[in-house]
């Protein structure tokens, strides 16, 4: 019988993997057919998402942006599931939970010449609800889990030591404010293509013990590109650095400055709705751990849809860590943007 269901199985993952690839070739022949279409849509930029890993979220945490100045604001909800439990000869990680963030982004062009912007992020750790879901997810594809199997259901842990020395510990069940972000996006060239200049600030407004902030002031900058490749397609390039203060949890944490960088595509397929993909990556802030989850860079692939309607744009996401280091096992994304 288990052998049955085993060879069951396997044929499902076969057929499932069969039809995807047919069902992505597809979707890049219309793709192609549609780049010659005489049909042209506005472009809003790219997806409002950015790594929830714990041990980065609160470090100044980058993501994709647009070159472009614009007036707005926008609210976005992600949550995300991370499970990672190593040890090595110095460090301590245990990370059991489901993370909700519910972030206010307001930004002001100056008369094209200067965007000036702020974040503000709430968050929330969880024991959460889906491992189960995950699991069957992880096992179906083969994807690697961190040693999420090895854990009780839907448990919460998030600790941190350093030579047995707690850094960080958080707690399930509570909201905290995390670190506000402050923002300045100097135009050079703006039209097709975009270039801007974008410096940051990150104040330590969340508690850094509990794992909402980090304690210290890190600052930012990067440099912004976008493109249009046709009328309906249009592509975007970050590439920047921060630079972290200390980690400044239950004792104090030397952390290193890191580079990271993302591409996206946007594709304005119809009147009002976008397809968006995009690849994001980032160095690890912390000191070798010797802990090569957390260690080697993190990359993250996101997918998604925008409807857009007048001034207003409505959002959602799919986010995986393809290499399965630094990053969430997956985070889903829904935000809401109103121009001004």
Not at 43 to 64: D, T
Request: charged share 20%; with cysteine.
């Amino acid at each position: 019988m288990r052998q049955f269901v085993h060879l069951t199985s396997r044929t499902v993952c076969s057929n499932l993997s069969s039809v995807m690839k047919k069902l992505i070739g597809l979707f890049i022949t219309f793709l192609a057919f549609l780049s010659f279409s005489s049909i042209a849509y506005s472009f809003e930029g790219p997806l409002q998402v950015k790594n929830q890993f714990p041990l980065s979220l609160h470090i100044n945490s980058p993501y994709l942006e647009k070159a472009s100045p614009e007036t707005s604001f926008s609210v976005s909800l992600s949550h995300s599931s991370i499970n990672l439990f190593r040890n090595s000869s110095e460090w301590s990680v245990g990370l059991d939970m489901e993370i909700t963030e519910l972030t206010f982004r307001f930004r002001k062009n100056i008369q094209d010449f200067i965007e000036l912007g702020i974040d503000l992020p709430l968050l929330s750790f969880n024991s959460g609800f889906m491992d189960g879901f995950i699991n069957s997810y992880h096992e179906t594809f083969g994807f690697p889990d961190y040693g999420r199997s090895n854990r009780p259901t839907n448990k919460f842990l998030y600790e941190v030591r350093k030579n047995g020395v707690l850094v960080i510990k958080g707690e399930s069940g509570e909201f905290g404010i995390g670190d506000i972000r402050l923002t300045a996006k100097k135009v050079l060239l703006n039209g097709d293509p975009s270039i801007s200049l974008k410096g940051d600030i990150e104040l330590p407004t969340g508690n850094a013990k509990k794992g909402y902030g980090n304690g210290s002031i890190d600052a930012g900058i990067s440099a912004l590109f976008e493109k249009k490749l046709s009328k309906i397609f249009k592509t975007y390039l970050n590439f920047g650095v921060i630079f972290p203060g200390d980690l400044k949890g239950y004792e104090i944490v030397k952390l290193k400055t890191f580079l990271y960088g993302g591409a996206g595509i946007e594709s304005a397929l119809w009147k009002n709705f976008r397809l968006l993909g995009q690849v994001f990556v980032q160095g690890s802030p912390l000191p070798r751990t010797n802990i090569p989850s957390v260690d080697r860079t993190a990359v993250t692939l996101s997918l998604g849809g925008r409807y857009s309607s007048g001034n207003n744009s409505l959002e959602f996401s799919f986010t995986e860590d393809p290499n399965t280091a630094g990053a969430p096992d997956f985070t889903l994304s829904l935000s809401f943007k109103g121009r001004f």
